[in-house]
């Protein structure tokens, strides 16, 4: 189909959607440009290839930023006329004076986009979301063996506790990631986490309050970089608490006789009555898709958003993969951007991926700190702008190293420091084991560089 033909097919969606024009250049219910139609450059009295004023619009340039943001107008192309190279979409984007309030891209964090909430990370007066860490690992560095799968009612507290504290997204894991720990089976790794997914599924209604408000809904992400793990737990439905209906969960199991010992809290969760949403919001995969070949066709499959992590090799190796002679920034996002072109190979929506950065992962103390103090810079790396980012400082040895505190779950005063700097350098979510105490930092921290109105509420 030629350049005009297509003009055609665009005129007629136009007129079948009921385009009126009723003031030339102003506004209408429907309008539908060719900006760009490969590499070429065409003029007719019809159409013009590129786009004539595409370059003088920010709704136009930034979606193409997040799309194709090293590309550019054809070098024959009018507005590259005189030009010794033509520049660049972000370029041209960097040129135009930002519009107040500011545009910015979207991230679902559910599958339905109008089930939950969405990162807004070019939003200065965004809110930074709490991500709670639920460990089903007995090996974990800081709180392994903690969250026995098998305990109901301790995982069904732990769950209400992160809630009420300001979790707005619970991480669940099966496998530990720290430095040189073992790999277990995807089969054991399941079967950490088929007890727990039951208990979530039978007691949905708590975490899936009838309150429509976006703010009510909390999200539950999946950490592991297995395929067939992300299979399995996509297997369990919200709608079948059990697989025999005259079977009844045991009292333990069941969040309202939690929350009769635990004083009645359940109130902090609310109820629920409406469709209820799939169990798995997220898969938060550590490896990027470097560690199962499947797993980000496996996303694109499923819908799901996802976070996609920098590290090189495997727990057990990527101590030995701390060196950046290029430089850490420009080799984090070099890797990243290449981690991002191989999931929206496999189909993966640019706008379902978020990024982190690994504090941790491949990289040493030094580097830890380096990436904390120059964050900013990162997230403001050509290609990598506009997208939303997760930042996991908590408890971690960089933190020991400074303080001094050798236990791990003692050092929430450090972590506190670490979260603030995250929260400074433009974190979209901070994962965290101490939830109650980080919201009230992250509050805080909200409140001086995003604005009063996002922080914490008037107190008098």
Known sequence: MGPLQLLDKVKAIENKMGREKLIDKGPRNID???????????????????????????????????????????????????????????????????????????????????????????????????????????????????????????????????????????DIGAQSTRPHAPQISAEEEISRLKHTLDILSRNSSCFFPDDPSTEARTITSLDTYRSSVFTAALSHSTDTPNSDPSKKPSPIDTIHDVAAALSHSTHALGSNSRRKPPLIDIINDISAGTLDPLILPTIAKS?????????????????????????????????????????????????????????????????????????????????????????????????GRLTGVKEAGERKFGTAGAVSAAVWGGADIVRVHDVGEMSEVVKVADGIWRGPEVGGGNMY
């Open 32 to 170: 539908l440009d060719i900006l760009l139609y490969g590499d070429m450059a065409f003029e007719h009295e019809q159409l013009s290839i590129p786009h004539r004023s595409m370059l003088e619009r920010e709704f136009v340039l930034r979606p193409l930023c997040d799309l194709i943001p090293q590309h550019h107008c054809p070098p024959e192309a009018p507005m590259n006329k005189g030009a010794r190279e033509p520049k660049t979409f972000t370029r041209h984007l960097s040129y135009l004076q930002p519009s107040n309030p500011p545009m910015t891209s979207i991230t679902p964090l559910t599958k339905d986009v109008n089930d939950g909430p969405c990162l807004r990370p070019l939003d200065p007066a965004r809110r930074t979301m709490i991500m709670s860490i639920l460990n089903l690992t007995p090996d974990s560095f800081s709180d392994g063996g903690i969250h026995n799968a098998d305990n109901s009612f301790s995982l069904l507290r732990t769950l209400n506790q992160h809630v009420k504290s300001g979790a707005s997204i619970v």
């Open 303 to 399: 819908g799901h958003t996802c976070i996609l992590m920098h590290t090189r090799g495997t727990p057990s190796t990527m101590n030995k993969l701390a060196s950046y002679p290029s430089g850490l920034i420009p080799t984090l996002a070099s890797e990243l951007l290449s981690r991002i072109a191989a999931a929206e190979s496999a189909g993966i929506r640019r706008w379902r991926i978020i990024l982190d950065p690994g504090i941790g992962f491949a990289k040493n103390h030094d580097q830890n700190l380096e990436l904390l103090r120059r964050f900013p810079e990162l997230r403001q790396w050509e290609g990598l702008r506009g997208m939303p980012w997760l930042v996991g400082v908590s408890r971690k040895g960089f933190i």
